[in-house]
């Protein structure tokens, strides 16, 4: 197979939006629905005439690789199940402008990701595209070599391809080392994937890395052995420095550092840290948009991100055409961050860390609750009424309590139906282990039941 492939937000938030747009959830592998291919025939890709895609390349392999990622986990939804016609265009538009990576997991969008992904990629010359998907083992029940080498394969049938251009070991960390090697060591499964290297049906193998900083230095600690070829990183100009938030984590500057030292390229995820870099509170976006008043909040996030040498790949989950465009602007070409620029978003940054919001993606591996808690949802409108200044609640006495908490009260009544609400929280935890993030879940719940109590 050939090694050189030839290929290449968001319009201002003008209002609250407390929905969520992502819907997942990393637990038991599940089969994959039939999904309608309404736009199936072939297609031969047709470069837009102003295609000025920005590319890195794939040191191992020398891809040149568009340094903005599809991300397939948030994909168009149209009567509760995914709009392939959609999906389709946005794949249209997104190869004729350049962008070539999409990332995807058995997992994503209940399970139907990979297929929607391998109907909109297999319209075209399969050289024209690089796919990427997952090992997503965090169910014990794919601890066994067999179930996990199924839900490989099964990845070949639903993405129709018969070699994955980057496959990745599935947020790994949660749960420390011990976890790591009962998912992939003890059972000989990192082991079969080198194999599958080996043989070629794999042609890049990383992971993405989520939770334990000690699970991230013993893989690249043991990169002699495994040599993997890239490393997926939760990566933005706020967890550069402030991702830490206990002893067991690290910020993403030491994720990158000792990636970029060992010579490992990184694809990254969450630049916009769940869409929250691209919804600031209005004083800080103001900083931004005097600057630049015909750009969105959104780019400056990804022209940081872009900056950085070693990144390989910046994904984006652009679920609706206008994020797509807006990124696709942002990337063609890159206009990288100034140094006076850098610092304008590091000291927004740290302005950031003062704010009381919680640090959920809405990534949706929490869900479902038993109980059937909207977990991101609650949390998303949590954030948004921290960004629009209705909390911190005042002091009882002041003269603007009222009003602020009517109107919280209210937001919230409208955003959550109201068997998806906190108050649904029966604080079993089953959440827990789920969350990359690490974020104490039901406690999270009681603080926003005793707001709205």
């Known amino acids: 197979m050939s090694k050189n492939r030839k290929l290449n937000r968001r319009e201002f938030i003008k209002k609250l939006s407390f929905g969520s747009a992502s819907a997942v959830a990393m637990m038991a592998f599940e089969p994959i629905k039939t999904i309608a291919a309404p736009l199936n025939e072939p297609l031969q890709p047709v470069p837009s005439p102003d295609n000025n895609m920005t590319y890195r ?57 990979e297929t929607a992904t391998g109907i909109a990629l297999h319209r075209y010359p399969r050289d024209k595209y690089f796919i990427a998907t997952k090992m997503s083992n965090s169910n014990e029940k794919y601890w066994d070599i067999e179930k996990a080498k199924e839900m490989y394969h099964a990845s070949f049938k639903h993405l129709q391809v018969d070699y994955i251009d980057y496959y990745l070991m599935h947020a790994v960390g949660g749960g420390g080392v011990d976890r790591l090697k009962k998912r992939f060591i003890d059972n000989g499964l990192l082991d079969y994937l080198l194999e599958e290297r080996k043989a070629g049906r794999i042609r890049n ?45 690290a910020d993403a500057e030491y994720l990158y550092t000792k990636c970029e030292k060992l010579g490992i390229q990184n694809v990254v995820m969450e630049p916009l840290l769940g869409s929250r870099l691209a919804k600031l509170p209005q004083e800080l976006a103001g900083q931004l948009t005097s600057l630049k008043p015909d750009k969105s909040v959104a780019s400056w996030a990804f022209r940081w991100v872009g900056s950085l040498p070693n990144i390989l790949v910046a994904l984006s989950g652009m679920t609706y055409m206008e994020h797509l465009i807006d990124n696709v602007n942002t990337f063609s070409p890159l206009d990288p961050c100034t140094e006076s620029e850098k610092a304008l978003l590091a000291k927004i940054a740290n302005q950031m860390a003062g704010y009381p919001t919680i640090p959920c993606t809405a990534c949706h591996y929490c869900t479902p609750c038993p109980y059937g808690v909207e977990i991101p949802d609650n949390f998303s409108y949590y954030n948004e009424a921290v960004n629009a200044h209705l909390l911190p609640l005042p002091d009882k006495g002041a003269s603007d309590y009222a009003e602020r908490r009517k109107k919280l009260i209210e937001g919230f009544r409208k955003a959550i139906p109201e068997n998806g609400r906190a108050d649904q929280c029966m604080d079993c935890e089953a959440c827990l282990p789920k969350c990359p993030q690490q974020i104490r879940i039901p406690i999270q719940m009681a603080r926003l039941v005793e707001l709205m109590r």
């Open 57 to 113: 390349v794939n040191r191992h392999t020398n891809d040149k690789v568009s340094l903005l990622g599809y991300g397939m986990m948030r994909l168009p939804m149209k009567d509760g199940q995914i709009d392939q016609e959609m999906v389709n265009k946005q794949v249209d538009y997104a190869i004729a402008h350049g962008v070539n990576y999409f990332d995807t997991a058995p997992v994503y969008c209940k399970g139907q990701s």
């Open 205 to 249: 193998l990383g992971f993405s890395y989520h939770g334990d900083v000690a699970v991230f230095d013993w893989l690249l600690d043991h990169q002699d052995t495994y040599q993997f070829d890239f490393v997926q990183i939760q990566l933005n100009y706020v967890d550069w420095r402030h991702a830490s938030m206990k002893k067991e984590d």
